[in-house]
């Protein structure tokens, strides 16, 4: 019932930047709980970052903390991945998630709605 759409993945160089945009559409009515995960090839699916419904609440895989920041825009029923200082190692397909309710998940399998996916590649 609820549709998320990810865009603004593409091809940058190590160092460069990018910024992730996930259109959620739907029962918007409702308060949900958004998170950022990566596939690379041949891994599996691995925790980015998450962020409450107001906003105020923010996590982070260690990995990318310091370098990626996750926000929204409720008003614009989106939500944010600005990614800075980008490696090679983050070179994946970007999904994300939602989830009904007021916790922050880290875990992929407690969250109700996924979108397509964007790549992101990063060359050295």
């Known amino acids: 019932q609820v549709q998320l759409v990810e865009s603004g993945g593409g091809l940058v160089q190590a160092g460069g930047s990018l910024r992730l945009s996930c259109a959620f559409s739907?029962?918007?009515?409702?308060?949900?709980?958004m998170g950022w995960f990566r596939q690379a090839p041949g891994k599996e699916r691995e925790f980015v970052a998450a962020i409450n419904w107001s906003g105020g609440t923010t996590y982070y895989a260690d990995s990318v903390k310091g370098r990626f920041t996750i926000s929204r825009d409720n008003a614009k029923n989106t939500v944010y991945l600005q990614m800075n200082s980008l490696k090679p190692e983050d070179t994946a397909v970007y999904f994300c998630a939602a989830r009904l309710g007021g916790y922050v998940p880290k875990i992929r399998g407690q969250y109700d709605y996924w979108g397509q996916g964007t790549q992101v590649t990063v060359s050295s």
């Open positions: 739907g029962r918007t009515d409702r308060s949900y709980a």
